[in-house]
């Protein structure tokens, strides 16, 4: 039997490009989607010099990156390579090869474009209904920034350095003291001399980090942050928020901010709100996002939150739990296991970030029979409340009477982020700065949306959904724009046919 063969290489071969890429091509929908955004719109300017060379499209760049980031393209020098070798890069964008230099720039500077590619996306989702809006699940994952750990400092790591060069020095220079021969006493000097530079560049970190107002601050990336990757590993990098629509799965915002969710639940759901052009909303979170604070912001603005609740922070020491005593709404006022009245003088206290008011009874501890199993404190008891915890017990209320409702976080946000990383290789960032950072992030869920309603749809009907927004689009902007012909549709610009807007691959069966 023999094995199965290749062609012959000498073989003189008639073949077309067209003809090499599969019709369920990820380059064919890419191409579509892109077709129809609205680059100028969104911020990608397309600027004719008179002098030097002619300028590529942004759209073909943007093709390009949107291929290559499905296929774990992502480094400028790998997507120069696939313009050369890759037959379906070179079908989509039609022989160019750009530079490694200039596809590097395009993802540069167009950090706010790839916001608005990705905003507009979402809206169109919203328009053809793939997205309602009724409830979005609001989730972070951890990337890495270029950034190294080595180059990241907080205060207490400052002086540990600091206090291991002193160390050194007060070593050398006993050493000295004891050294009789000259070479050896010079080399030790230099030595001394390198150990007091090195402190002198700590003390200069140190002046940054209290200028900067931050408790830590990264040398490489000033926006990154050392932060916990996994399993109490950390690392420098982002924490990514992300929000998704329960409908079908998809992204519908994100965002970078701190290092953990405490103070990203209000700021997202509010985002996506408007985004999506709702009046009322539910969001779910984990049990990061319960902070009074933004509870009460969401609840205030028609967001009605599923946070998973917290247990209280009181002591665990064997004492009467603050749950025992009973609150009065109307009297603002608490009732011990004895019976007795603990009241608040209307003072709020910060304490750690949070406001809360303090409820006690001094003369009744005094004589209780209960004091021992009640408290140590030689001045009572006293219970702090959160000056938000009303809104806490009601979210609590909705989470603990709807379990199943809220067990669908996980349904609607955990699996795209193992897509993200795992799967698509999006665990570090190649850019620095939140905004570059968010260019990425933004490009990867493009992707992953495109790729979601790949599946709702189907290759060849999502390829058909997307030539009806493209002419609806175009509708939009002029009517008079469109020219229908047995083709597909032209587009006329200045009342002269353009050969870039001829969408020769837009056939439309009306």
């Known amino acids: 039997m023999d094995f199965i063969n290749g062609f012959n290489r000498n073989q003189l071969l008639m073949m077309d490009f067209?003809?090499?890429v599969r019709q369920d091509s990820w380059a064919r929908i890419v191409d579509l989607f892109v077709d129809m955004l609205p680059m100028d719109a969104l911020g990608f300017i397309d600027v004719l010099r008179q002098e030097g060379r002619p300028p590529y499209r942004s759209a073909d760049l943007l093709k390009l990156y949107i291929y290559g980031y499905k296929n774990q393209l992502r480094s400028s020098r790998k997507l120069e390579?696939?313009?050369?070798?890759n037959i379906e890069v070179i079908w989509l964008l039609k022989g160019l090869n750009p530079s490694a230099r200039k596809i590097a720039y395009f993802r540069k500077n167009n950090s706010q474009a790839f916001k608005q590619a990705f905003r507009y996306f979402v809206k169109l989702l919203k328009e053809i209904d793939l997205i309602d809006g009724q409830t979005i699940a609001i989730d972070s994952f951890k990337i890495r920034a270029q950034n190294s750990l080595k180059n990241n400092f907080n205060e207490k790591k400052i002086d540990r350095h600091i206090d291991y060069i002193d160390t050194k020095i007060?070593?050398?220079?006993q050493q000295l003291d004891l050294e009789d021969a000259l070479e050896k006493k010079e080399e030790t000097q230099k030595k001394i001399a390198y150990q007091s530079n090195k402190k002198d560049n700590y003390n200069q970190i140190r002046k940054q980090l209290e200028a900067s107002g931050e408790s830590q601050i990264s040398l490489t990336d000033p926006d990154a942050r050392?932060?916990?990757?996994h399993r109490n590993?950390?690392?420098?990098?982002?924490?990514?928020?992300a929000g998704c629509d329960s409908k079908h799965k998809l992204f519908v915002n994100n965002d970078t901010g701190t290092v953990n969710d405490t103070h990203a639940l209000s700021s997202m759901a509010l985002n996506a709100k408007e985004l999506l052009g709702v009046q009322t909303m539910d969001v779910i979170a984990d049990k990061g996002y319960t902070t009074g604070k933004q509870i009460d912001i969401c609840s205030k603005n028609g967001l009605t939150t599923f946070c998973s609740p917290k247990e209280h922070s009181s002591q665990k020491n064997g004492l009467y739990d603050m749950q025992i005593f009973k609150y009065d709404s109307q009297q603002d006022t608490y009732t011990c296991p004895n019976n007795e009245t603990l009241t608040t003088n209307g003072t709020i206290y910060n304490k750690n970030n949070h406001k809360v008011k303090h409820y006690k009874n001094r003369q009744a501890c005094k004589t209780c029979r209960l004091r021992s199993q009640c408290t140590t404190n030689k001045n009572g008891r006293f219970i702090e409340r959160g000056i938000y915890q009303e809104t806490l017990e009601e979210n609590q209320k909705r989470v603990e009477s709807n379990p199943d409702y809220y067990r669908r976080r996980q349904q609607i946000t955990e699996h795209q982020f193992g897509t993200l990383k795992r799967q698509w290789g999006f665990t570090y960032t190649l850019m620095k700065g939140k905004?570059?950072?968010l260019s990425e992030v933004n490009l990867m869920m493009i992707c992953y949306n495109l790729t979601r309603i790949t599946?709702?749809?189907?290759?060849k009907a999502l390829k058909n959904k997307l030539k009806e927004l493209a002419l609806f689009f175009f509708k939009k902007i002029d009517p008079f724009l469109i020219v229908f012909s047995p083709f597909g549709f032209l587009v006329r610009k200045n009342n002269t046919?353009?050969?870039?807007?001829?969408m020769s691959s837009y056939v439309i069966n009306l």
């Open 18 to 20: 067209e003809s090499a």
């Open 226 to 229: 050392s932060v916990v990757l």
């Open 233 to 241: 590993i950390i690392n420098v990098g982002y924490c990514v928020q």
């Open 170 to 173: 007060k070593e050398y220079e």
């Open 81 to 85: 390579q696939a313009c050369l070798v």
């Open 455 to 459: 599946s709702v749809f189907g290759p």
């Open 497 to 502: 046919l353009n050969s870039p807007y001829f």
């Open 435 to 437: 905004d570059n950072v």
